[in-house]
């Protein structure tokens, strides 16, 4: 009875941890120095009956500083063959991002399967990014999905995230942002701005760009790559999110860069 009531609590226990897309602290291999770089020979994934189990190092990030760090991983042995996934957690095993492709990255794993998109620039690798405080400490797993062992250099480079949507004023003109994080709202006071408003993005990300009459406006207009251009009066907030805070990418054309343009210019 002991040994049944004991599996029941683990297996309890499991459900909990899957629940709240928490994993546990895994064990280290080492440490990933912000500004630094690690090697990781990766074991071939083996086969079994559930799909394929991937080969696995871990890495612990402590931050000295409150800052945006940018991961990566490049493969020097299977290169263009590659199949790799990073998976960023916190202290406590909630995952935290995971890598989707060389342009976005995204929430949960099961929003990240291994279908490899055609790589858009010189091999940046698989890329995610996340923000962190002075004292906080991260884990980055490292998966190889190949039945083939890897060696890859991976990064943590601190960077400085696109300094548009801090709540500034935006009344005309045009301004260039991007969505670099999970769950990332930018924000623009559009409270003194007439004519009409124009969003543009084109890139894996499913974003949207909202006009909110105030504060309290549960029902905000809702613009996105199709229908993109609304008058802006008498709106006085205007946010511009992806639609599922799931998905994120970096400062860059097709991926997480979108565009806003105020004119007098009316819409078609």
């Excluded at 074991?43 to 190092?57: H, M």
């Amino acid at each position: 009875m002991w040994r049944m009531a004991r599996g029941m609590v683990v297996g309890l226990a499991v459900l909990a941890l899957a629940a709240c897309n928490l994993q546990g602290t895994p064990p280290v291999s080492g440490d990933l120095l912000v500004g630094g770089s690690v090697i990781a020979d990766l074991p071939p994934a083996q086969e079994s009956g559930e799909g394929l189990r991937p080969g696995v190092k871990v890495y612990r990030i402590a931050l000295d500083q409150g800052q945006a760090v940018r991961v990566s991983g490049v493969s020097a042995d299977l290169k263009g063959r590659a199949r790799l996934r990073l998976v960023l957690l916190d202290d406590k095993g909630v995952v935290q991002a995971v890598s989707v492709a060389r342009n976005w990255f995204a929430a949960r794993q099961e929003l990240a399967p291994l279908s490899l998109r055609p790589q858009i620039t010189t091999d940046p690798g698989y890329r995610l990014n996340f923000k962190g405080q002075a004292g906080q400490v991260f884990y980055l797993r490292v998966e190889n999905y190949a039945l083939s062992q890897d060696r890859v250099t991976l990064y943590a480079d601190p960077f400085i995230p696109n300094p548009a949507g801090n709540g500034e004023a935006f009344t005309s003109g045009t301004r260039q942002g991007a969505i670099e994080f999970v769950g990332e709202f930018d924000r623009y006071n559009v409270s003194a701005a007439t004519g009409y408003l124009r969003f543009t993005y084109s890139g894996p990300l499913d974003l949207i760009a909202l006009l909110y009459l105030s504060s309290q406006d549960s029902s905000p207009l809702v613009l996105d790559p199709v229908m993109n251009c609304a008058p802006i009066s008498p709106a006085t907030l205007l946010v511009v999110r992806d639609r599922g805070l799931s998905r994120a990418g970096f400062d860059e054309g097709n991926s997480g860069q979108y565009r806003l343009e105020i004119s007098s210019t009316p819409c078609p």
